[in-house]
């Protein structure tokens, strides 16, 4: 069974930076895709980044691109999101999502992943 646990959400002024982790176990074929995926309240869960355990093929929503970075430590069992330019509409409850291999076309999808963590909030204030 796949474990995963997130740690690192906090209050952070806009504009600033924070890094989450998620901490992995359990086999490797259901962690081949790890990621994030973000709840703000009233909405519904999207996805956020998305990569394959050996840290290839990254993958980001348009609407973190070029803000946020995905990576990976396969040894360690570690992912990391580094969030910069943080800005108040990143607010939400963030989620380390995992699933065994599937079409590139349904990472995007939250029930693609079945193993969950418990969620992290993040909150960006003005």
């Known amino acids: ?44 869960r999207e996805f956020v980044a998305t990569i394959t355990w050996t840290g290839s093929t990254p993958y980001y929503s348009d609407s973190v691109k070029g803000r946020f970075s995905i990576s990976i430590d396969n040894a360690k069992n570690m992912m990391w999101l580094q969030m910069n330019s943080l800005k108040p509409e990143d607010t939400a409850v963030y989620y380390c999502a995992s699933s065994p291999p599937v079409q590139a076309t349904a990472l995007m999808r939250t029930d693609t992943y079945p193993y969950w963590g418990q969620g992290t909030q993040v909150t960006v204030s003005p």
């Open 1 to 44: 069974q796949v474990q995963l646990r997130e740690l690192g959400g906090g209050l952070v002024q806009a504009g600033g930076s924070l890094r989450l982790s998620c901490a992995a176990s359990g086999a490797l074929y259901n962690r081949y895709y790890i990621g994030w995926f973000r709840q703000a309240p009233g909405k519904e």
